[in-house]
Protein backbone atom coordinates (compact mmCIF):
# COMPACT_ATOMS: atom_id res chain seq x y z
CA UNK A 1 0.00 0.00 0.00
CA UNK A 2 2.68 2.55 1.04
CA UNK A 3 4.12 1.43 -2.76
CA UNK A 4 1.61 2.47 -4.15
CA UNK A 5 1.33 5.92 -2.19
CA UNK A 6 4.76 6.87 -3.09
CA UNK A 7 4.17 5.73 -7.10
CA UNK A 8 1.58 7.91 -6.76
CA UNK A 9 3.19 10.80 -5.32
CA UNK A 10 5.79 10.18 -7.60
CA UNK A 11 4.14 10.19 -11.08
CA UNK A 12 1.98 13.49 -9.33
CA UNK A 13 5.24 15.50 -8.63
CA UNK A 14 6.91 14.17 -11.91
CA UNK A 15 3.81 15.91 -13.93
CA UNK A 16 3.48 18.85 -11.66
CA UNK A 17 7.27 19.67 -12.44
CA UNK A 18 6.95 18.86 -16.28
CA UNK A 19 3.53 21.09 -16.45
CA UNK A 20 6.16 24.03 -15.59
CA UNK A 21 8.91 24.13 -18.36
CA UNK A 22 12.39 25.71 -16.74
CA UNK A 23 13.69 28.31 -18.64
CA UNK A 24 16.94 30.22 -18.11
CA UNK A 25 16.87 33.53 -16.48
CA UNK A 26 19.07 36.18 -18.11
CA UNK A 27 19.14 40.05 -17.16
CA UNK A 28 16.98 42.44 -18.75
CA UNK A 29 16.80 45.99 -18.97
CA UNK A 30 13.91 48.61 -20.27
CA UNK A 31 15.01 50.34 -23.43
CA UNK A 32 13.49 53.69 -22.60
CA UNK A 33 14.87 54.22 -19.32
CA UNK A 34 18.48 52.94 -20.33
CA UNK A 35 18.26 55.01 -23.58
CA UNK A 36 17.13 57.87 -20.98
CA UNK A 37 19.40 57.67 -18.43
CA UNK A 38 22.43 57.47 -20.77
CA UNK A 39 21.65 60.69 -22.29
CA UNK A 40 21.26 62.09 -18.50
CA UNK A 41 24.60 60.85 -18.00
CA UNK A 42 25.98 62.58 -21.06
CA UNK A 43 24.05 65.88 -19.29
CA UNK A 44 25.75 65.45 -15.84
CA UNK A 45 29.30 65.63 -17.67
CA UNK A 46 28.13 68.77 -19.29
CA UNK A 47 26.35 70.30 -16.34
CA UNK A 48 29.92 69.27 -14.21
CA UNK A 49 31.51 70.81 -16.24
CA UNK A 50 29.52 73.87 -16.22
CA UNK A 51 29.55 74.18 -12.94
CA UNK A 52 33.38 74.58 -12.94
CA UNK A 53 33.06 78.03 -14.59
CA UNK A 54 33.40 79.88 -11.31
CA UNK A 55 32.64 76.98 -8.24
CA UNK A 56 34.28 77.58 -4.64
CA UNK A 57 37.92 76.32 -4.56
CA UNK A 58 37.03 73.12 -2.43
CA UNK A 59 34.10 71.74 -4.99
CA UNK A 60 36.58 71.65 -7.89
CA UNK A 61 37.87 67.58 -6.94
CA UNK A 62 34.31 66.66 -6.18
CA UNK A 63 33.08 68.16 -9.67
CA UNK A 64 36.00 66.48 -11.57
CA UNK A 65 34.86 63.21 -9.44
CA UNK A 66 31.14 63.75 -10.64
CA UNK A 67 32.03 63.73 -14.34
CA UNK A 68 34.32 60.76 -13.83
CA UNK A 69 31.31 59.07 -12.52
CA UNK A 70 29.05 60.38 -15.08
CA UNK A 71 31.33 58.92 -17.92
CA UNK A 72 31.58 55.73 -16.27
CA UNK A 73 27.68 55.36 -15.67
CA UNK A 74 27.51 56.38 -19.49
CA UNK A 75 29.83 53.78 -20.37
CA UNK A 76 27.61 51.01 -18.66
CA UNK A 77 24.07 51.50 -19.76
CA UNK A 78 26.27 51.51 -23.50
CA UNK A 79 27.30 48.17 -22.71
CA UNK A 80 23.44 47.43 -21.68
CA UNK A 81 22.32 48.72 -25.40
CA UNK A 82 25.23 47.42 -27.12
CA UNK A 83 25.38 43.82 -25.77
CA UNK A 84 21.14 43.65 -26.46
CA UNK A 85 20.51 43.72 -22.49
CA UNK A 86 17.50 45.50 -22.99
CA UNK A 87 13.96 45.22 -24.11
CA UNK A 88 13.09 45.49 -27.60
CA UNK A 89 10.98 48.38 -29.34
CA UNK A 90 10.11 51.80 -28.48
CA UNK A 91 7.48 54.19 -27.18
CA UNK A 92 9.07 56.58 -29.77
CA UNK A 93 7.16 54.07 -32.25
CA UNK A 94 4.01 55.45 -31.56
CA UNK A 95 3.31 58.62 -33.76
CA UNK A 96 1.49 60.47 -30.97
CA UNK A 97 4.00 59.59 -28.66
CA UNK A 98 6.79 61.25 -31.17
CA UNK A 99 4.21 64.23 -31.72
CA UNK A 100 3.91 64.74 -28.00
CA UNK A 101 7.70 64.46 -27.38
CA UNK A 102 9.02 67.10 -29.95
CA UNK A 103 6.38 69.48 -28.76
CA UNK A 104 7.91 69.46 -25.47
CA UNK A 105 11.05 70.05 -26.99
CA UNK A 106 9.96 72.61 -28.92
CA UNK A 107 8.93 74.77 -25.88
CA UNK A 108 11.57 73.53 -23.94
CA UNK A 109 13.70 75.35 -26.28
CA UNK A 110 11.82 78.14 -27.18
CA UNK A 111 11.56 78.69 -23.22
CA UNK A 112 15.51 78.39 -22.58
CA UNK A 113 15.86 80.37 -25.70
CA UNK A 114 13.93 83.29 -24.59
CA UNK A 115 14.92 83.44 -21.32
CA UNK A 116 18.03 83.80 -21.67
CA UNK A 117 17.91 86.64 -23.86
CA UNK A 118 15.95 88.33 -21.34
CA UNK A 119 18.35 87.59 -18.43
CA UNK A 120 21.05 88.71 -20.57
CA UNK A 121 19.03 92.01 -22.16
CA UNK A 122 18.54 92.97 -17.73
CA UNK A 123 22.27 92.43 -17.14
CA UNK A 124 21.71 89.22 -14.83
CA UNK A 125 23.85 86.40 -17.29
CA UNK A 126 25.15 84.98 -14.26
CA UNK A 127 21.45 83.33 -13.89
CA UNK A 128 21.49 81.42 -17.37
CA UNK A 129 22.56 78.13 -15.82
CA UNK A 130 19.90 78.22 -12.95
CA UNK A 131 16.97 79.23 -15.72
CA UNK A 132 18.01 76.73 -18.10
CA UNK A 133 18.14 73.41 -15.54
CA UNK A 134 14.74 75.02 -14.00
CA UNK A 135 13.19 74.72 -17.86
CA UNK A 136 15.15 71.56 -18.49
CA UNK A 137 13.48 70.17 -15.41
CA UNK A 138 10.08 71.30 -15.79
CA UNK A 139 10.17 69.58 -19.54
CA UNK A 140 11.16 65.97 -17.62
CA UNK A 141 7.50 66.40 -15.68
CA UNK A 142 5.61 65.88 -18.99
CA UNK A 143 7.59 63.42 -20.93
CA UNK A 144 7.77 61.04 -17.61
CA UNK A 145 4.08 61.21 -18.46
CA UNK A 146 4.50 60.82 -22.23
CA UNK A 147 6.76 57.55 -21.64
CA UNK A 148 4.98 56.32 -18.18
CA UNK A 149 8.05 56.81 -16.77
CA UNK A 150 7.40 58.33 -12.47
CA UNK A 151 11.03 58.12 -12.29
CA UNK A 152 12.22 60.81 -14.84
CA UNK A 153 9.11 62.95 -13.70
CA UNK A 154 10.62 62.57 -10.34
CA UNK A 155 14.05 63.64 -11.25
CA UNK A 156 12.30 67.06 -13.64
CA UNK A 157 10.62 67.90 -10.32
CA UNK A 158 14.18 67.97 -7.88
CA UNK A 159 16.21 69.47 -11.36
CA UNK A 160 13.87 72.32 -11.06
CA UNK A 161 14.09 72.95 -6.93
CA UNK A 162 18.00 72.49 -7.59
CA UNK A 163 17.63 75.59 -9.89
CA UNK A 164 15.58 77.54 -7.50
CA UNK A 165 17.71 76.93 -5.08
CA UNK A 166 20.81 77.65 -7.21
CA UNK A 167 19.07 80.99 -8.06
CA UNK A 168 18.61 81.88 -4.56
CA UNK A 169 22.08 81.18 -3.37
CA UNK A 170 23.23 83.52 -6.23
CA UNK A 171 21.19 86.33 -4.91
CA UNK A 172 22.46 85.82 -1.90
CA UNK A 173 25.80 85.80 -2.59
CA UNK A 174 26.67 82.75 -1.07
CA UNK A 175 27.76 80.81 -4.60
CA UNK A 176 27.53 81.72 -8.20
CA UNK A 177 24.56 80.22 -9.16
CA UNK A 178 26.14 78.22 -12.46
CA UNK A 179 28.14 76.58 -9.95
CA UNK A 180 25.30 75.70 -7.69
CA UNK A 181 22.77 74.50 -11.02
CA UNK A 182 26.03 72.71 -12.65
CA UNK A 183 26.90 70.66 -9.58
CA UNK A 184 23.10 70.41 -8.30
CA UNK A 185 22.44 68.79 -11.90
CA UNK A 186 25.13 66.90 -12.21
CA UNK A 187 24.47 65.12 -9.01
CA UNK A 188 20.56 64.39 -9.98
CA UNK A 189 21.59 63.06 -13.29
CA UNK A 190 23.40 61.00 -12.26
CA UNK A 191 21.42 59.74 -9.59
CA UNK A 192 18.54 58.84 -12.28
CA UNK A 193 21.19 57.20 -14.16
CA UNK A 194 23.00 55.17 -11.55
CA UNK A 195 18.89 54.22 -10.42
CA UNK A 196 18.01 53.14 -14.03
CA UNK A 197 21.14 51.10 -14.06
CA UNK A 198 20.69 49.72 -10.56
CA UNK A 199 16.76 48.98 -10.45
CA UNK A 200 16.01 48.38 -14.55
CA UNK A 201 16.93 44.38 -13.75
CA UNK A 202 14.23 42.32 -14.09
CA UNK A 203 14.08 38.16 -14.33
CA UNK A 204 12.68 37.38 -18.12
CA UNK A 205 12.97 34.22 -19.53
CA UNK A 206 16.12 33.38 -21.82
CA UNK A 207 13.93 33.57 -25.01
CA UNK A 208 12.62 36.93 -24.47
CA UNK A 209 15.87 38.67 -24.05
CA UNK A 210 16.69 39.98 -27.44
Known sequence: MQEVVGISEYRSNQLSDNSVPVAPIAPLWDRGEVIGA???????????????QDPPAPWVPYLF???????????????????RLTTTG??????????????????EVVLIVVGNLLLAAVGHPAYVAAWTL????VHFIPLGRVFHARGLALTGVV???VAVA?????????????????????????????????????????????
Not at 38 to 47: D, E, P, Q, S, Y
Not at 72 to 79: E, G, H, I, K, S
Not at 92 to 105: N, S
Open 166 to 210: AACLGLAGTVAPSAAAGAGAGVVFIGYAGWVLGRGRRPVRSGDAR
Open 134 to 137: FVVG
Open 38 to 52: AVLAVAGIAWFGWAQ
Open 65 to 83: AGSVISALLLVALVVLLVR
Open 90 to 107: SPMADPRVRRRYWLTVAV
Open 159 to 161: AAL
